[in-house]
């Protein structure tokens, strides 16, 4: 990297119009990758363990206005989902949205709202069931039954629609 920012000052110097647009070409890629790469690190997710053709968590387990987000894999297709707990019930999404599903970066949460890391709309928690269309994400049709969140696998796999 040093020898690159070296490569730039000493082209500066020559005045060489083109090696400056090649220098600074070959810069903004490296910084466009190091970015791509950071917001690919903060977004992690637990891969989706189940019962059957049942995905279960326990309900217990969850703090309240905290997704837990989860991935599974369908013929090479991954389908990433998040559960989140609010107001002491549990909710299941796809973690993407109709608005910004080309762009698959899903949300990031935060203690009051989820936010869209493609277009930055805030969506506070009490909203998410309510929500239709726009950023919100997309409602998977789950239950809580004595402590247990469970899940359909069939109705993760409607999930491959909107995952590229």
């Not at 890629?29 to 279960?56: E, H, P, Y």
């Not at 019930?89 to 949460?109: E, V």
């Not at 998977?140 to 590229?164: C, D, T, V, W």
Request: net charge positive; proline share 4%; charged share 25%.
């Amino acid at each position: 990297m040093i020898e690159w920012f070296c490569y730039v000052i000493k082209v500066m110097r020559q005045g060489d119009k083109d090696g400056i647009k090649t220098a600074i070409g070959v810069i903004a890629l490296i910084w466009a990758a190091l970015v791509f790469q950071g917001c690919n690190k903060s977004r992690n997710f637990d891969t989706a363990q189940f019962r059957g053709d049942i995905f279960q968590v326990n309900s217990a387990s969850f703090k309240e206005k905290t997704p837990a987000f989860y991935a599974h894999t369908d013929a090479a297709k991954e389908i990433f989902f998040f559960v989140v707990k609010v107001d002491g019930q549990m909710y299941s999404y796809f973690d993407i949205c109709n608005s910004c599903k080309q762009h698959n970066r899903g949300y990031r949460a935060d203690k009051s709202s989820l936010e869209c890391r493609n277009c930055q709309i805030e969506i506070p928690y009490e909203d998410l069931k309510t929500g239709i269309g726009g950023c919100y994400p997309i409602p998977i049709a789950g239950k809580e039954e004595n402590g247990i969140y469970s899940i359909p696998l069939s109705e993760i796999l409607k999930g491959r629609q909107f995952f590229p």
